[in-house]
Nanobody, 127 residues
Framework: QVQLVESGGGLVQAGGSLRLSCADS????????MAWFRQAPGKEREFVAH????????DYGPSVKGRFTISRDNAKNAVYLQMNSLQPEDTAVYYC????????????????????WGQGTQVTVSS
């Protein structure tokens, strides 16, 4: 069973930075394609970033491109989301999600295509 645990959320002022982490305590994430989504109150879950299992290709949602960076460290069994130039509209609960083999999704922006989810970590950006 895959169990994803996010950490690193918190309260930050506009213009600040945070780094979120996602780990699977029981297994290795190296074979999974991973993504970050976020959900603000009253809004649908939004795609933020995706990294393929090989770690060489990344994709970003338009609202975060150029400010956020997704990365992975297979030696540490972790995936990260570095968030810079944070704005109040980035306030949300951030979730990591795993897409497990053998059939990796091509629709990586669709939340329904992911197999496992973490519990989420709150990010609040004050103005």
């Amino acid at each position: 069973q895959v169990q994803l645990v996010e950490s690193g959320g918190g309260l930050v002022q506009a213009g600040g930075s945070l780094r979120l982490s996602c780990a699977d305590s029981g297994r290795t994430l190296s074979r999974y394609s991973m993504a970050w989504f976020r959900q603000a109150p009253g809004k649908e879950r939004e795609f933020v970033a995706h990294i393929r299992w090989g770690g060489t290709n990344t994709d970003y949602g338009p609202s975060v491109k150029g400010r956020f960076t997704i990365s992975r460290d297979n030696a540490k069994n972790a995936v990260y989301l570095q968030m810079n130039s944070l704005q109040p509209e980035d306030t949300a609960v951030y979730y990591c999600a795993a897409d497990v083999p053998p059939n990796y999704t091509i629709h990586y922006t669709r939340a329904m295509d992911y197999d496992y989810w973490g519990q989420g970590t709150q990010v609040t950006v004050s103005s």
